[in-house]
């Protein structure tokens, strides 16, 4: 099993800190500052919260002036690279929010060598239409890290972070920033827009259904930025999305032989089978997904899509067999009782049966 990621905040990698920071500000208590990060709490802590608590900590080892204390980690922060170190643009969203004018070009200079997108957000909370500027100012930066800033730190709804309501509602501000960057040269960023985009689609579908039609043939990057954008309108079976990828309503096709092991242990895998047959020469452009419908602690259904296979079919007549697996994972927590299992083809639901998920034995 892999490491957790708020392990990544060890004495070695502080200590890697300390070591730059006292060259830089020779006041610096390493020996207080690592005492104060590891302290009766730390163990309970999880990534973000170890993420918060370290840039706490240097607000109290640093100098109480923000801008002389920014300064300094703006010049230690480019010793360090990955995502871990994003307690120092941290320590901005948390201190700098009333310093807008010495914040934004930490942020900038913070985001090439971790990730500015969760700090830049209590920014874009207070002063919407400043950052919102700025981020179409980042957008054009020569740097391909801010300019993914531009994208990633005004998403919606971007994963670990708050949730930026405004857009939620009208994400105009936020397409404005889009448009600049869908034809960038790095596709780190232009994945950032397909994500955005995608965050979009969650309230906003028709306006992103608007975005697919007038992106879709401008060019072969444009073109996976939309099919990105648009995966929770294709799970959710979205009829224009499916049309505009070419996915038709599977009229012409049949569901045969659907069988499913009729019960699984805990732990075990949930086997399943069926056959598509087309009445036409070919079954044609599938998008083919399954349903599990899991049972939930309070006995309710909660069902969730996993794709199993999207291609241009020649034959006539295609078989499946496939299995999901029961064994326990973080993210999901499974319940004894009758589960579902259905098929789904170009966002239509062909065939359902249950089976019992039971106790290991």
């Known amino acids: 099993m892999p490491e957790p990621l708020k392990n990544l905040y060890n004495k070695e990698l502080l200590s890697s800190l300390c070591n730059e920071l006292v060259c830089l500000y020779d006041e610096f208590d390493s020996e207080s500052f690592i005492n104060h990060v590891f302290d009766d709490e730390w163990s309970d802590k999880e990534l973000k919260e170890r993420m918060r608590h370290i840039s706490e900590a240097l ?17 230690a922060s480019s010793k360090f690279r990955g995502f871990e170190y994003m307690f120092f643009p941290e320590f901005a969203g948390l201190y700098g929010l009333d310093e807008y004018e010495v914040s934004m070009p930490a942020l900038e200079h913070f985001t090439k060598y971790s990730s500015s997108e969760f700090a830049v957000r209590p920014f874009i909370q207070k002063y919407n239409a400043k950052m919102m500027e700025q981020m179409e100012f980042w957008a054009e930066s020569d740097n391909h890290h801010v300019r993914r800033l531009a994208s990633e730190g005004c998403r919606p709804r971007l994963p670990w972070a708050m949730a930026l309501s405004g857009f939620k509602e009208d994400p105009a501000p936020v397409l404005s920033v889009l448009e600049k960057l869908k034809n960038d040269e790095s596709e780190y960023v232009r994945r950032s827009v397909a994500n955005n985009l995608n965050d979009i689609s969650k309230d906003n579908p028709q306006t992103v259904i608007g975005i697919a039609r007038k992106w ?18 294709l799970k959710q079976g979205e009829s224009e999305i499916m049309a505009l990828f070419g996915f038709a309503k599977p009229e012409h096709i049949s569901l045969t032989n659907f069988a499913v092991q ?44 996993f794709k199993l296979s999207e291609s241009e079919n020649t034959a006539k007549e295609k078989s499946i067999t496939k299995s999901h697996s029961f064994r326990k994972i973080s993210a999901r927590q499974y319940h004894v009782g009758c589960h579902g299992i259905a098929v789904i083809v170009n966002g239509h639901e062909l065939a359902h049966k249950n089976f019992q998920l039971n106790e290991k034995s």
Not at 60 to 74: C, F, G, R, T, W
Not at 269 to 296: N, P
């Open 262 to 305: 009729k019960s699984v242990d805990m732990g075990d895998d949930v086997s399943f089978s069926f056959t598509l047959k087309s009445r036409r020469q070919m079954l044609g452009k599938l998008r083919m997904e399954y349903a599990i419908d899991f049972m939930r602690k309070n006995g309710k259904l909660s069902r969730k899509l």
């Open 216 to 233: 879709s043939g401008d060019n072969a990057q444009t073109d996976r930025i939309v099919k990105h954008a648009c995966r929770t309108l």
């Open 59 to 75: 607000r109290k080892y640093l100098p109480q002036d923000y801008s002389e204390a920014v300064e300094i980690l703006m010049n």
